[in-house]
């Protein structure tokens, strides 16, 4: 009886550490996932201000060129109708697929 409650304790013993090292796993697969969130939050934000500082520059330098500022804002709008149709066109390979496989290799990566 005695061996039956000593392995009785190791098993109990052995599932609350199974849990514990659940419990941690998650934790790290989490906090890999919200770091890498706020990562590309950060960058895209400063990667909008980039490109709206040169979507600026190239209206104001083609409307000059062109010898009308609406004619180089329009051009630099068309430019990005052309570019949004192209990423909504592509955007499986592009934006879905490599999210997808970013999260199942966090969440899924053995150790």
Known sequence: MESSGEAYGYVKAY???QIEYTKLD?????STSVS???TAIVVLQ???FAIGFLSLALGIYL????GSYVEGF???GGLYTLFT???ILLRRPLITNPVVS???KIFFEVK
């Open 36 to 38: 890498s969130a706020i």
């Open 26 to 30: 998650i934790a790290e697969r989490l």
């Open 63 to 66: 409307g000059e060129r062109r």
């Open 15 to 17: 599932v609350e550490q």
């Open 46 to 48: 400063l990667v909008f």
């Open 102 to 104: 970013r999260i199942i």
């Open 74 to 76: 329009l051009l630099v």
């Open 85 to 87: 149709v192209a990423v």
